[in-house]
T-cell receptor
Framework: AQSVTQLDSQVPVFEEAPVELRCNYSSSVSVYLFWYVQYPNQGLQLLLK??????LVKGINGFEAEFNKSQTSFHLRKPSVHISDTAEYFCAVSDIQGAQKLVFGQGTRLTINP | DAGVIQSPRHEVTEMGQEVTLRCKPI?????LFWYRQTMMRGLELLIY????????DSGMPEDRFSAKMPNASFSTLKIQPSEPRDSAVYFC?????????????FGPGTRLLVL
């Protein structure tokens, strides 16, 4: 079984500042890693995913994430945030060899202050 | 292109009533997922289908919940009888194939309140 821990439930930052949202996972098998974003009153939307290859993954809206196997982490970063990035961000994993089930973290609410 | 469509968007009902949530996946997608989102438990997978066949329903809370997918373009999640603790946002998602690497595309959700 897999589990995902998002270390911060809320992250407030000022506009144009950098941000890092932390994600750690636990799994006895190899996993794929995902970041989804949920804007207010909307469904989830994929930001990026790590499947294989380069450990630095670039996604939409200027976000990127780095897979660190030794630390079992997949932290999400953006060098300069905008008011429109205000949303909830979810890290998720799925078993490479197993069923098509996503296990989500509890989410991190990113609030951008002007 | 139309995304995943869910109806209704909001539902308010009284305890004991039957509730039916509906989902139309993206055309051509062959996997469909039902999730529940609450403050306490976060996002939980309830059930998923592949080619209209239920593959894993281990997340369905109890016998009061049932889900069907009669064809590739329609699925329902039914709660009978409903209870206040069922209040949550229910999401439907679909993906192109059944691989665990596939992106899931989420609908806007149905916000359910059981009084």
């Amino acid at each position: 079984a897999q589990s995902v821990t998002q270390l911060d439930s809320q992250v407030p930052v000022f506009e144009e500042a950098p941000v890092e949202l932390r994600c750690n996972y636990s799994s006895s098998v190899s996993v794929y890693l995902f970041w989804y974003v949920q804007y207010p009153n909307q469904g989830l939307q994929l930001l990026l995913k790590y499947l294989s290859g380069s450990t630095l993954v670039k996604g939409i809206n200027g976000f990127e994430a780095e897979f660190n196997k030794s630390q079992t982490s997949f932290h999400l970063r953006k060098p300069s945030v905008h008011i429109s990035d205000t949303a909830e961000y979810f890290c998720a994993v799925s078993d490479i060899q197993g069923a098509q089930k996503l296990v989500f973290g509890q989410g991190t609410r990113l609030t951008i202050n002007p | 292109d139309a995304g995943v469509i869910q109806s209704p968007r909001h539902e308010v009902t009284e305890m004991g009533q039957e509730v039916t949530l509906r989902c139309k996946p993206i055309s051509g997608h062959n996997s469909l997922f039902w999730y529940r989102q609450t403050m306490m438990r976060g996002l939980e997978l309830l059930i998923y289908f592949n080619n209209n066949v239920p593959i894993d329903d281990s997340g369905m809370p109890e016998d009061r919940f049932s889900a069907k997918m009669p064809n590739a373009s329609f699925s329902t999640l039914k709660i009978q009888p409903s209870e206040p603790r069922d209040s949550a946002v229910y999401f439907c998602a679909s993906s192109l194939t059944s691989g665990s690497r596939e992106t899931q595309y989420f609908g806007p959700g149905t916000r359910l309140l059981v009084l």
